[in-house]
């Protein structure tokens, strides 16, 4: 078996083929990590407990709690709690222990760009974001 403690999708453990859902397990897995900064292999991860599971308990009213306090910047606080809890949304769907319940990489990378573009405040996207949800229509960044 090939890949990193921590990082291998759970799939793989039991004899699971090489797939590109077990390749969006691992990039969620690192989402989450670089998100609390906290590591997949820490010893507070026992029991059941794991990067996964904290961050899918804490999403999304207390996901100020376990986000790394170096990601926390002085921009638009609403702006930037907007954006973590959905890159924290997409680290824990991209880390769903089965392979057929994790998002697929294309959606992934559409959503990343769209949080980039609500962050900074420029492109279509954002504004289109930013719009709809000050007119209560269409899915919000939380994912609701």
């Given at each position: 078996m090939m890949g990193s403690i921590g990082y291998v999708a759970p799939e793989y453990g039991i004899g699971g083929l090489v797939s590109p859902q077990g390749d969006v397990y691992s990039y969620g897995i690192l989402l989450l990590e670089m998100f609390t900064g906290k590591r997949p292999t820490e010893?507070?991860?026992?029991?059941?407990?794991?990067?996964?599971?904290?961050?899918?308990?804490?999403?999304?009213?207390?996901?100020m709690e376990i986000v790394d306090s170096n990601l926390v910047?002085?921009?638009?606080?609403?702006?930037m709690y907007h954006c973590l809890v959905s890159f924290a949304r997409i680290g824990v769907a991209c880390s769903e222990e089965s392979a057929s319940d994790r998002m697929d990489i294309k959606?992934?990378?559409?959503?990343?760009?769209?949080?980039?573009?609500?962050?900074?405040?420029?492109?279509?996207?954002?504004?289109?974001?930013?719009?709809?949800?000050?007119?209560?229509?269409?899915?919000?960044?939380?994912?609701?």
């Open positions: 010893d507070m991860f026992s029991d059941g407990l794991s990067l996964h599971n904290l961050s899918k308990m804490a999403f999304p009213e207390r996901v910047g002085e921009l638009d606080e609403d702006r959606d992934v990378v559409i959503e990343l760009n769209i949080i980039k573009e609500v962050y900074l405040g420029a492109g279509i996207h954002g504004e289109r974001h930013i719009k709809m949800q000050s007119a209560g229509k269409g899915p919000s960044l939380q994912g609701d």
